[in-house]
């Protein structure tokens, strides 16, 4: 079963995990995104573009049910002002046996980065600015496309 | 039209209506029209290799033509997850 969902509200690990738990297979691979906590950044602002972020998101997890023949998968993506260490993103992927399960779960996040409508505002002493993206980030997204 | 993150911010509005002339028909030929109308406009374009567009909500390059669209994006490259 494919769960994505885009919300201004904490990250609610342990129901995420027992939705993923209850498909049916024999592993689950997540992974959780934090806030991180750099030097002056008091806080952490996502904006996103309502419709096309859910759709990005619910295009990932079918690719990735189809490509590891997953039993589901599950993108929890928060948006909104949040601090140091609070969860930005949850990923589970719910498969049989453990390679589909570790493959899919980096999968969904290194695509996530690059092909969902989300930008990272930080919040320093002196005003915000906004977060540039990265080449390493391009890099592991495009590892996927093969 | 709708702008993301520091797009929005550099052109003031976060949504607009627009109704191009009929030979821009790109969303690449869209940003020169814009930002030929105002400096606003002009400063959010002003580097395109930074500019990223989406065509009734999805992703699409710069020199997709705008087909009819309802809805154009545009905005920088996410910085999700």
């Known amino acids: ?146 | 039209m709708v702008y993301f993150a520091w797009v929005r911010e550099r052109i003031g509005v976060a949504e607009e209506e627009v109704s191009p002339p009929a030979e821009v028909a790109t969303i690449a030929d869209l940003i020169d029209w814009l930002a030929a109308r105002s400096p606003s406009h002009a400063a959010a374009f002003a580097d395109r290799d930074r500019l990223r567009a989406a065509r009734d909500q999805v992703f699409v390059p710069l020199d997709a033509p705008l087909a009819g669209a309802g809805e154009i994006a545009i905005f920088p490259p996410v910085t999700g997850g």
Not at chain 1, 52 to 78: F, M, P, Q
Not at chain 1, 119 to 142: I, L, N, Q, S
């Open chain 1, 1 to 146: 079963m494919i769960r994505v969902r885009v919300s201004s509200a904490p990250i609610d690990i342990a129901a995420e995990m027992e939705a993923a738990e209850a498909e049916e297979g024999g592993a689950v691979a997540t992974f959780t995104g934090l806030v991180r906590p750099d030097d002056g950044v008091s806080e952490l602002t996502l904006e996103h573009y309502p419709g096309a972020t859910e759709r990005a998101l619910e295009a990932l997890a079918r690719e990735a049910v189809a490509r590891w023949s997953l039993a589901g998968a599950t993108i929890v993506h928060r948006v909104g002002p949040m601090r140091p260490g609070e969860r930005i993103v949850f990923v589970a992927a719910s498969a049989v046996h453990r390679a589909a399960a570790l493959q899919a779960c980096a999968f969904l996040i290194d695509r996530l980065k690059t092909d969902a409508p989300f930008w990272k505002r930080e919040t320093v002493e002196a005003g915000h600015r906004w977060v540039e993206p990265r080449a390493a980030d391009d890099a592991a997204a495009d590892r996927w496309r093969s």
